[in-house]
């Protein structure tokens, strides 16, 4: 008897370790339950990162789809578009098993990269998202080109005095009666050497003083504003304002440039909004010298 019932037991704990053995195996696997979300792709459409000028226009095409193992139905789809911190979001509520439509919108004003998120979510709360970058640049504009323009400096008898607007260099009598057209003239000094300045600019002021002609006393002073350019940039590349535009982004605050050398670029921006790129060709002798300069600036 008692043999029996060590053999009971014994078939007992082999069947309890088989069972146990089965229902690991036998486990169900876990079953996504997220709706589907894609963007449509084609030649019309936008559908992954992309570059494009400032304000195009864009077709996005949103394709969701209900989970098919749930079968819980779409509800909600959000939009949102986040640059520079700043984020819009719009939303949509329904109810359907699949959720297509066709965004028409533009892209963003201003150059930068913006973050598109697409969310649809079903009845259940559970989510799925798509997201793209859209990078924006600047149009591009035409420019003016001048060419090795020769300015004197304060004891020279040549013109000092330059305007971007048509490249004329004015000597100092006729920059008086042009001074809205002015944008900077040269001068060298005995600490701020070879140097470009405005028109307001105060050393300026200090080197051309004539009492009849000096700046103080032209009805215009403009306040032209300058940048030392640190970035390798090939000047006689430049075909249009694009790298105009992005090199005037930012830093363009100086009223005038000192110590300046051959090959020296310089980023500007005049009284009158115009940007643009100066070159220093070559500079020759001290305060009874010159300067030549080739500029390119927006039309």
């Known amino acids: 008897m008692k043999k029996m019932n060590w053999v009971l037991s014994l078939m007992m704990m082999i069947a309890v370790f088989f069972a146990t053995s089965c229902t690991k195996d036998s486990e169900d696997p876990i079953v996504d ?19 494009v000028t400032v304000g195009t226009p864009m077709k996005i095409g949103i394709r969701a789809i209900a989970n098919t193992s749930s079968g819980s139905k779409l509800v909600d789809f959000t939009f949102t578009r986040t640059f ?40 259940n709360g559970q989510m799925s998202a798509v997201t793209i970058i859209i990078t924006t640049t600047a149009v591009s504009g035409e ?35 042009n001074a809205n057209k002015v944008d900077w003239l040269y001068y060298y000094g005995a600490s701020d ?7 307001n600019d105060a050393h300026a002021a200090e080197v051309y003083n004539n009492a009849t002609n000096g700046l103080l006393t032209w009805a215009v002073r403009n306040a032209t504003k300058f940048k030392v350019i640190t970035d390798a940039i090939d000047f006689d590349a430049i075909t249009n304002d694009a790298i105009i535009v992005a ?5 363009v605050d100086q009223s005038r440039c000192t110590a300046l050398q051959a090959g020296k ?16 060709e070559s500079i020759s002798g001290t305060n009874d010298g010159s300067i030549t300069i080739s500029v390119k600036v927006q039309k």
């Open 143 to 177: 420019i003016n080109a001048f060419t090795m323009k020769i300015l004197g400096a304060q004891g020279s008898n040549t013109g000092s005095s330059f305007a971007s607007i048509d490249g004329t260099v004015y000597k100092l009598a006729d920059a008086k009666a």
């Open 265 to 280: 670029l310089l980023a500007f921006i005049t009284a009158g909004g115009k940007k643009g790129i100066m070159k220093v």
């Open 33 to 51: 339950q997220k709706p589907t979300i894609t963007l449509q792709v084609g030649t019309d459409y936008v559908y992954q990162n992309t570059t």
């Open 247 to 251: 090199q005037t982004e930012t830093g």
């Open 193 to 199: 050497l070879a140097s470009i300045a405005a028109p």
């Open 84 to 123: 520079n911190g700043n984020t819009q979001t719009f939303d949509s509520t329904f109810s359907a098993s699949t959720f297509n439509v066709d965004l028409m919108t533009n892209a963003n004003a201003q150059v930068g990269n913006e973050t598109f998120i697409f969310t649809i979510k079903d009845k």
